[in-house]
């Protein structure tokens, strides 16, 4: 194992993020913060209690979410289709290092940022709502299980992007829609019948009621399912970089 | 002297169909600088991104120091320093930051004391705290080659290393490299600049449309091909030549008041002594005479014109 390229490539990643400190962290802190005011003190007060939790509070880990795997996907397909587009990624790839290596050293650096970034707005958010946290534990095998899963879906998008357009495609058409539909702001058990059968194929839905389960007990399916189905997306996300890197998908050809 | 890298049978055809390389064959021997040389689109850059990693070969085998570079990938590429063509750099990281992560990436300890000779023999010590977006083309490039020598290589390819490079630099280029091949590193450079290839290489290769046409000791290649020209300035002007001087092939120029002849240095004879010769005896009589040997230039025109 080379350790120290490993290193370099999260170090490298981890300056970046120092960098651009504004986008990095403080940008989403401040329109997490805009949401509790929006959502949790305006249109909030006016909404009775979601499953005995006040609806400012409950909408803390659908908001801790969001952005997670938002900026999960924009950290690690930023990090190695920067790379590409510079050109720098001649390096990397004639460097003594597996792929398995790359993909721990930008993926670990997405996921840390994401992690850190999460118990920021965690963070932020006890300003604005009391919070008690039921299974502290969970709550941060969650955080840590979700950052991983989507920095790596990010790393793929990164791969698969050969243009900005493409690298802003998936998550502004594909991961927003399905995080706002994932219950964020709501419990599924809210929806009509139908709908509440379609949102069950809606991956995020199982994130986020996990998640949440963590901080308040209630879920929307069963914590097990929650875990079983994120960590498929896990093994789907490593398959495909293993096919990635076996066939030098736009990389070495 | 043993071979440090080694090319056996490789070929690469892209998703396309192109075949940008065909069956090449390459020993490169250690201590060596080697030129290679070839028109746009011969099959330079892919050479060489095969023996670094960076493209993968359709078929054939490379090894680097012995090892090979796919199954041994760690061993071979450790040994390796890149310097590909284009300018490819981290436009908001410091010289010294940059330097530091390839070194670091090569899963080199960190060394302050190297990287700092580096720096210094390349002229960029007193830039090492600027981002690299302020420096010139000149340094960035300066900067990759230094990126290349982080680790120190055993072996260093340069990928067109003085393509848009003022003449001053590039001779300060040129020096670098003689520096770094007496300090045992190996060195394969590709140009378009042929007086860079005779100025340096020890031993030139030349690669056309995806083949290698040709692989000679620079100084042999020279001799081998090389032909000389004898220039004669007439006393007076002539209109046309004696029949006795018609087997020299001759070419009277300049309204007959130059006379030129070509020969082979690599024939037993060169006819010189007779022609002079002969010319006295026809009475035409010369005040000045030159001599030139064709330029590596001509030889690769020539050789590429018939592949």
């Known amino acids: 194992m080379n350790h120290r390229a490993i290193r370099a490539i999260y170090l490298f990643e981890m300056a970046r993020t120092w960098r651009t400190l504004l986008q990095s962290i403080v940008s989403p802190v401040v329109s997490t913060s805009l949401y ?83 118990l920021i707005i965690l963070a932020t958010a006890g300003l604005f709502v009391p919070l008690h946290i039921h299974h502290p534990v969970w709550m941060l095998a969650f955080l840590v299980l979700t950052a991983v899963t989507f920095s790596l879906f990010g790393f793929i998008i990164g791969i698969w992007a050969d243009g900005f357009e493409k690298l802003q495609m998936i998550p502004m058409l594909v991961v927003t829609p399905l995080t706002f539909l994932g219950g964020s702001f709501y419990s599924i058990d809210m929806l009509p019948a139908g709908w509440r059968t379609v949102a069950l194929l809606n991956p995020v839905v199982y994130l986020i009621s996990g998640f949440r389960w963590s901080f308040y007990e209630i879920a929307d399916v069963s914590v097990s399912v929650s875990i079983g189905m994120t960590l498929a997306f896990l093994v789907v996300c490593l398959g495909v970089i293993w096919w990635i890197f076996r066939t030098g998908y736009r990389l070495k050809n | 002297m043993s071979s440090i890298i080694s090319v056996a049978n490789l070929s690469k055809t892209y998703g396309s169909g192109f075949k940008a390389l065909k069956n090449v064959n390459l020993d490169i021997k250690r201590g060596e600088i080697f030129a290679l040389l070839g028109p746009n689109g011969a099959g330079k850059t892919t050479l060489i991104s095969i023996i670094c990693g960076i493209a993968n070969p359709s078929e054939g085998r490379v090894l680097v120091g012995g090892e090979n570079i796919q199954t041994s990938y760690r061993k071979a590429r450790s040994l390796i320093g890149l310097v590909p063509q284009e300018l490819h750099t981290d436009a908001f990281e410091s010289v010294w930051a940059t330097v530091s992560f390839s070194r670091g990436l090569f899963g080199k300890p960190k060394n302050p004391d190297h990287i700092e000779k580096v720096l210094k023999d390349l002229s960029l010590w007193d830039k090492k705290d600027n981002k690299i977006i302020t420096l010139s083309g000149g340094m960035k490039r300066r900067v990759m080659i230094a990126k290349a020598l982080s680790h120190e290589p055993q072996v260093l390819f340069l990928d067109e290393p003085t393509a848009g490079v003022d003449v001053e630099l590039r001779k300060g280029m040129w020096e670098v490299v003689r520096t770094l091949q007496q300090s045992g590193v190996t060195i394969i450079l590709t140009t378009h600049y042929i007086e860079e290839a005779e100025e340096m290489a020890d031993r030139i290769g030349v690669i056309n449309k995806g083949e290698i046409v040709l692989v000679e000791d620079k100084t042999t290649l020279m001799q081998k091909l090389g032909k000389k020209r004898l220039t004669l300035h007439l006393q007076n002007k002539i209109s046309s030549l004696p029949e006795s001087l018609s087997q020299y092939e001759l070419d009277l120029c300049d309204s007959g008041a130059t006379l030129v002849y070509d020969y082979d240095t690599k024939g037993e004879r060169t006819g010189i002594t007779s022609l002079l010769s002969d010319l006295r005896n026809a009475g035409i009589r010369f005040n000045d005479l030159d001599t030139t040997q064709s330029s590596l230039e001509d030889i690769f025109v020539d050789l590429v014109r018939t592949s």
């Open chain 1, 36 to 118: 509790f005011v929006v959502f949790g003190a305006a249109i909030g007060s006016r909404i009775s209690e979601v499953e005995g939790v006040s609806y400012g509070t409950f909408i803390v880990p659908g908001l801790i979410m969001l952005s997670v795997l938002t900026q999960s996907i924009a950290n690690a397909s930023f990090g190695i289709y920067f790379p590409k587009f510079t050109g720098t990624i001649y390096e990397i790839l004639s460097a003594p290092i597996s792929y398995f290596e790359i993909v721990l050293g930008y993926v670990g650096a997405a996921a840390t940022k994401s992690i850190i970034l999460g």
